[in-house]
């Protein structure tokens, strides 16, 4: 089943996603690799594709797994999770509607 796992960060967290993102983006690319991926991405803090200095709100990964438990399982071991970039996780069942 797919699940949403919806991270909110920390005040100022640029420097630690910068410091992190090699091993958070290496296992988004391993579920990639495995077929397991849907989405993932960062919200900028401002309108805009490059957000400069205004950095980032949090960030989206829908991702198949094969129980609520495997899912948060997952996420608590996210590298912005164990290393404080993010202060809000929250993993929910996912139904993929649109598109086909």
């Given amino acids: 089943m797919w699940y949403a796992i919806i991270s ?3 005040e100022n967290s640029l420097p ?4 992190h993102r090699p091993a958070h983006i290496e296992r988004l690319t391993q579920l990639n690799v ?3 991926l849907l989405i993932a991405g960062p919200h ?3 309108d805009s594709a490059e ?3 205004a950095g980032f709100t ?3 990964v829908v991702a198949e797994f ?3 438990g495997t899912a948060q399982a997952w996420a608590d071991a996210d590298p ?3 290393n404080g970039v993010y202060q809000n996780v929250v993993v929910k069942p996912y139904i993929k509607v649109l598109p086909d």
């Fill in 66 to 68: 094969d129980s609520l």
């Fill in 16 to 19: 630690l996603r910068k410091i």
């Fill in 58 to 60: 949090g960030s989206l």
């Fill in 44 to 46: 900028p803090a401002d």
């Fill in 80 to 82: 912005y999770q164990l």
């Fill in 51 to 53: 957000p400069s200095q």
């Fill in 8 to 10: 909110q960060d920390v």
């Fill in 34 to 36: 495995e077929g397991r």
